[in-house]
């Protein structure tokens, strides 16, 4: 038999998860916004506002107290996944 409180947290998680997933669609559609004012593949990636992106999210994690290297890992995973998606449907 399990731990029940394991089985607890990982339903928190799980719920937690499924809250990520909304917010994902939120920026999704945001992107896709972003995307229709974008002329030409090479405005896909803006080095100065992923510099300024990352930036703002290690400020606000030391603020928070939120382990800076894990926001910055997910951060970077998530501009990254965007860049490919961006380039995956630019219609231009």
Do not use: C, G, H, P
């Amino acid at each position: 038999m399990k731990n029940k409180k394991l089985l607890n947290i990982r339903k928190k998680l799980d719920k937690l998860d499924d809250k990520f997933l909304a917010l994902i669609k939120k920026r999704t559609l945001l992107v896709n916004q972003v995307l229709l004012t974008k002329q030409y593949k090479n405005q896909i990636i803006d080095r100065k506002r992923i510099k300024k992106i990352l930036s703002n999210i290690k400020i606000k994690s030391k603020r928070k107290k939120i382990d800076i290297k894990i926001t910055n890992e997910i951060w970077k995973s998530m501009i990254n996944a965007y860049i490919k998606y961006e380039f995956r449907n630019f219609k231009k």
